[in-house]
């Protein structure tokens, strides 16, 4: 049974998803029509400040706040402060003392393995809101609804409590300061208690001033009340680093948490059949690959990386955008630094046009890719984007959640690889999260390596890292019955006469710089998009879909929106001259049994011509 309107998709509190389940709904949902909005029980986090977090935020103006502002929440300081920062470069007509930070801590100055969590508080004049959505919405900054869970509690109970007065801070501060070291080499983060504290001092050397023991014997026990004794910092990390290797393609097999590392495996260990680390030529191990919150929070910061290490005397480079990609991608390169280039159709007309630019002389930080694109799944060629970015000097960054490197190697053509493992690396839908990975052998990894180690923050809450780990266990063998169930779909629904087109890397006429990528085992993954000839029919099929529907993609259930309506509604024009049909059906295809599939695409067929 298709949900109701508004309802999380799937049925859980932390879902990523939430029900659309019709071409009106959608619209409405654009339109901000009381219908629709009134019953949103969720919606996707970063579009949507989940209602857990909406709760925290009235909790910390009730206590911190002022009647006129509204409050948006952060993991860490320099989250906080490059929130702040934004304001001050968009709104330059705002007072600096009218968006101040608040920074809340655990009351305890206990460094055992308890998981605590810090927060940042940004308040603002209320008017402002729609400049700090920017910043959650495009950075992937913002908490999660599992952190915010914790904390809300954690408020309430007297355990989260501030450690300076709110302050302001000069619009040309520097906000990309350095940061704790990494989970995996044994030191801290900003989520775990020793992170925190250490023998009641702070690491940045501020004294913790409450050190009684009776506010540690409180946390511990509310810490037992939260989480059990199923959750520690301990097994955070484990988490965190067995995602790492199975990233890395060290682990492959669906094995259970203390089985992953090497003191507890057999020194030999068979490849689960349909993947082949052989086929990746990524050359890498855990230590190249980074946690982020969200996968847009790791392009977010890999953009900001890209900018550090390119920086000239005179100040940042400018990016280059290929091809027509998600939404956020485009607008963090062109709201945060000197802008960007944008080719939005990605083919190599583009890169000719690119080629004479940098031969007269333009100079770019770098470039940013998806392979395959979303919505269109067209494939840039990377091949000559290396070459280029050899010769002239700039950075590759390709995002590869589409794709997923089971079925594509994409790192040996590009310097940085990014992926949502919100998508189809969980494929439960009910967490989120993002990865960064360096190409070890490529010109810039030394560099972006020191940079990432001084500089990289941890702001992967724990829960949301275990949840991700056990969700991607069975990833692997989850890739060949979804690339299988894929295929199949779009070649049914090619063969309707009422199909204009079906976006699908096999059918695309970029499928050579596909498959020169494609691994040999690999397949061409679980996304398409479709088009029809009569608008109309459009909204037909979409309303006749026995499916779930709702924004995201990579779930394990075949999911559907109209994703130009929820992506691009108020700038429906300016997409179609880079060939997207306003009227497109984007379908994320499950594991659900091929012949079910095909039912549900003839009924929604069949529905067009009964109509």
């Known amino acids: 049974m298709i949900a109701p309107v508004g309802q999380p998709v799937p049925d859980t509190p932390h879902a990523v998803s939430v029900s659309l389940p019709s071409w009106r709904a959608n619209v409405g949902y654009e339109e901000g029509e009381d219908w629709v909005m009134s019953k949103m029980k969720t919606g996707y986090p970063r579009f949507f400040i989940h209602l857990i977090i909406q709760e925290l935020e009235k909790e910390i103006l009730k206590q911190y706040g002022k009647a006129s502002e509204r409050v948006m929440l952060f993991p860490s300081k320099r989250t906080s402060e490059r929130c702040q920062a934004f304001f001050y470069d968009k709104r330059q007509s705002l007072p600096t003392s009218s968006v101040r930070l608040l920074h809340l801590e655990p009351k305890t100055h206990a460094a055992g393995k308890n998981v605590l969590s810090s927060l940042s508080c940004v308040f603002f004049p209320a008017e402002e809101f729609p400049t700090a959505k920017q910043v959650w919405q495009h950075s992937g900054d913002g908490i999660s609804s599992r ?129 082949s680390p052989g086929d990746q030529l990524r050359n890498i191990s855990e230590h190249d690959v980074y946690l982020y919150p969200c996968g847009m929070s790791a392009i977010f910061n890999a953009h900001q990386l890209v900018m550090e290490i390119t920086r000239t005397p005179t100040g940042a480079l400018p990016s280059i955008c290929f091809g027509f990609p998600y939404i956020d991608t485009l607008k963090t390169l062109e709201k945060w630094g000197p802008g960007c280039l944008f080719y939005g159709n990605g083919v190599d007309d583009d890169l000719d046009d690119l080629e004479r630019r940098l031969h007269s002389g333009e100079r770019f930080a770098g470039l940013f890719t998806e392979f395959p694109s979303n919505p269109l799944l067209r494939s840039p060629n990377l091949a000559r984007i290396r070459k280029l970015a050899d010769q002239y000097g700039f950075l590759v960054v390709v995002d590869e959640t589409v794709g997923n490197y089971i079925n594509i190697n994409v790192l040996n053509q590009a310097d940085v690889v990014v992926s949502s493992l919100t998508k189809i690396f969980s494929g439960d839908s009910n967490v989120m999260g993002g990865s960064l990975v360096l190409n070890h052998s490529g010109a810039a990894y030394d560099k972006l390596q020191k940079t990432l180690d001084q500089q990289y923050e941890d702001n992967y809450w724990a829960e949301d890292a275990v949840f991700m780990e056990r969700n991607s266990r069975d990833f692997v063998s989850r890739i060949d019955r979804i690339n299988n169930n894929a295929e199949t779909m779009a070649e049914t629904l090619k063969a309707s006469e009422y199909i204009k087109e079906v976006y699908y890397p096999k059918f695309n006429l970029s499928r050579n710089h596909y498959d020169a990528c494609k691994t040999s085992t690999g397949g061409y993954g679980g996304l398409l998009s479709v088009t029809f000839h009569d608008r109309r029919h459009a909204q037909i099929f979409f309303d006749n879909l026995k499916i779930e529907k709702g924004p995201s993609l990579g779930t394990n259930f075949t999911l559907a929106c109209p994703f130009v309506i929820l992506a691009h509604y108020t700038e429906l024009d300016w997409v179609q001259q880079f060939g997207v049909d306003p009227y497109l059906v984007r379908i994320s295809v499950g594991l659900e049994e091929p012949e079910d599939l095909s039912a549900i695409c003839s009924g929604a067929l069949g529905a067009i011509t009964a109509s």
């Open 147 to 275: 952190r915010g869970e914790f904390c809300l509690q954690a408020l309430r109970e007297g355990l989260l409590v501030p450690v300076q007065a709110p302050k302001a801070i000069s619009p040309t501060q520097d906000v990309y300061g350095k940061g704790p070291r990494r989970y995996q080499r044994g030191t801290s983060q900003n989520n775990i208690s020793a992170a925190l504290l250490t023998n009641g001092v702070h690491l940045d050397g501020e004294t913790n001033r409450d050190t009684h023991t009776n506010g540690e014997r409180d946390f511990s026990h509310f810490i037992e009340e939260r989480f059990g004794r199923n959750l520690n910092a301990e097994l955070a990390a484990k988490a965190k680093r067995a995602i790492c290797r199975r990233i890395a393609g060290v682990l492959t097999d669906n094995e259970e948490l203390d089985d992953a590392f090497p003191d507890s495996k057999p020194k030999q260990q068979k490849p689960q059949q349909g993947f």
